[in-house]
């Protein structure tokens, strides 16, 4: 790769919103990093980036939720020379169901790809952002606002993302460095399949916003280097609304919403 263009490393970018978010960076001229694990899908992406963009598009296959995943995608980044603009913290997943009846490798797994492996690639990719007045996107959740019954750990997850993110946003204030915690509401893409969650209330028989429609708004947000952006006013309504419910209702209430149907 190697050209003039800035680089732009976005997890999670063979599906859904992480692909979405891959094509508004190379529609801005970046040079792009495609990193996931189904690397045939990223491939047809890359080809058809690269021929619609005139960018650089480099597909590196990495399982994130193993414990040496992060730290691998960057020593690889970095032994071919590539130095990051922009980190697109997005790769990530959901499980559905009763906390009693996970196995404990499995909620685990979840924590290390959506929780360990931001931190990780952030803190390893900081000199390279810092160097060039960087970009940072993480994708949270509007369940990073409220306990969830049913999905209990992958919320957890998501307050541990928002947290994280606007608090390393307000020491890297004056930097150069801009961080962006994305907060989408249930979102039409490979999530509902892998978290085994179409009975749910929530995304049942909903009409939910698109993959494309959520990274492109998103992608603005981190343009305007904006710290939480939650795409959608009804789910921005619905995040005000927590600030005056007790947060027991408030957990009811999610409880409801989320159980089978
Ligand atoms: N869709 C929603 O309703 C919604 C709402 C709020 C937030 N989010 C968040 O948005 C992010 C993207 O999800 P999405 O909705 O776009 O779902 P998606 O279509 O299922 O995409 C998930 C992406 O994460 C990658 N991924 C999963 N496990 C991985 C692993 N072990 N190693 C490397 N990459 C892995 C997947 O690639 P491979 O399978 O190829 O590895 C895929 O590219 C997630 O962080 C999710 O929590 C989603």
């Not at 790769?91 to 290390?112: C, H, I, P, R, V």
């Not at 049942?204 to 947000?221: F, H, M, S």
């Not at 006013?233 to 408030?250: A, D, H, K, Y």
């Amino acid at each position: 790769m190697r050209s003039n263009h800035k680089i732009a490393l976005i997890t999670g970018a063979s599906s859904g919103i992480g692909k979405a978010l891959a094509e508004n960076f190379a529609q801005d001229g970046y040079d792009v990093i495609l990193a996931a694990r189904s690397f045939s899908k990223m491939e047809s992406q890359a080809a058809y980036l690269k021929e619609r963009y005139n960018i650089t598009a480099t597909v590196i296959a990495a399982d994130l939720e193993s414990h040496e995943g992060a730290a691998n995608l960057y020593k690889e980044i970095k032994n071919s020379g590539f130095m990051l603009s922009a980190l697109a913290n997005n790769a990530g997943y959901g499980t559905f169901g009763e906390f009693k009846d996970s196995t404990l490798q499995s909620e685990l797994a979840m924590m290390q790809i959506n929780m360990n492996t931001i931190v990780v690639l952030t803190k390893l990719f900081m000199p390279d952002l810092l160097a060039t007045n960087g970009k940072i996107i993480n994708t949270a959740s509007t369940a990073a606002f409220q306990p969830g019954p049913y999905m209990a750990v992958y919320y957890a997850t998501k307050a541990f993302v928002l947290s994280f993110s606007e608090a390393i946003a307000a020491e890297l204030e004056g930097t150069g460095v801009t961080v962006t915690a994305l907060c989408p509401g249930p979102t039409a893409s490979g999530f509902q399949d892998k978290a085994d969650m179409h009975a749910s209330a929530l995304v049942k028989n909903k009409n939910l916003p698109i993959a494309e429609e959520v990274a492109a708004l998103g992608y603005r947000a981190m343009q305007r280097g904006q710290r939480v952006y939650i795409p959608g006013i009804v789910n921005w309504l619905m995040v005000q609304s927590l600030r005056f419910t007790p947060r027991s209702l408030v957990t009811k209430i999610v409880k409801a919403m989320s159980k089978p149907i």
